[in-house]
């Protein structure tokens, strides 16, 4: 069981059956009553955000979330397949199943599933990963560096970050998956 007293940004908890992140949290002291805590949660198999405000000391459960390591092997249509670096079973999910981590998976990419009752319910891929550059406008060109600026550079997944103008076709660059954004190149 897991106290009001007890939230923390990220923490997991069940609500109403459901696996739930805490995303934001705030304790309030009322006049006259007692203290309440609202909250914003992330429901974990949907991705819905709900606001829920609790009385202070209610418990709430601990989710039965189990996390594998899994291994990216391929994809096919609409589904991405990951298999378990245990039991060498293969899985498939649906690119809706995995949001906007579609963008950043490259074959062979080493993931954590996250399971809700033996039943996958997400993927989650490395904080930073390692693409190549290949597609971007050529080195050189007189851009606005006044403010620091930048262009669209695809990488090999097909997605598309801000870089740099000295970063060129070929390049490996590290991207932070949180925020899609390019953090350094990669020698």
Do not use: W
């Not at 990419?109 to 891929?125: A, N, Q």
């Amino acid at each position: 069981m897991i106290s009001t007293s007890d939230f923390r940004k990220g923490l997991k908890v069940e609500f109403k059956g459901e696996p739930c992140e805490i995303v934001d949290f705030q304790h309030v002291k009322m006049g006259r009553g007692g203290a309440i805590v609202r909250t914003k949660m992330r429901n974990i198999k949907t991705g819905a955000v709900l606001e829920e405000t609790f009385r202070s000391g209610e418990k709430l459960e601990t989710p039965a979330l189990e996390e594998k390591s899994m291994q990216y092997l391929y994809s096919q249509e609409e589904l991405y397949y990951f298999m378990d670096e245990e039991t060498y079973e293969q899985m498939p999910f649906r690119s809706e199943q995995l949001g906007e981590t579609v963008r950043f998976i490259k074959e062979n990419m080493k993931v954590k599933v996250l399971y809700h009752k033996d039943i996958p319910i997400s993927v989650e891929i490395p904080t930073f990963v390692e693409l190549k550059v290949v597609k971007t406008d050529p080195a050189g060109f007189k851009g606005d560096t006044a403010s620091g600026g930048g262009k669209p550079a695809t990488l090999e997944t097909g997605a598309v970050v801000r870089v740099p103008f000295h970063i060129n076709e070929g390049d490996m660059i590290r991207v932070d998956t949180r925020t899609s954004e390019y953090m350094e190149r990669v020698k």
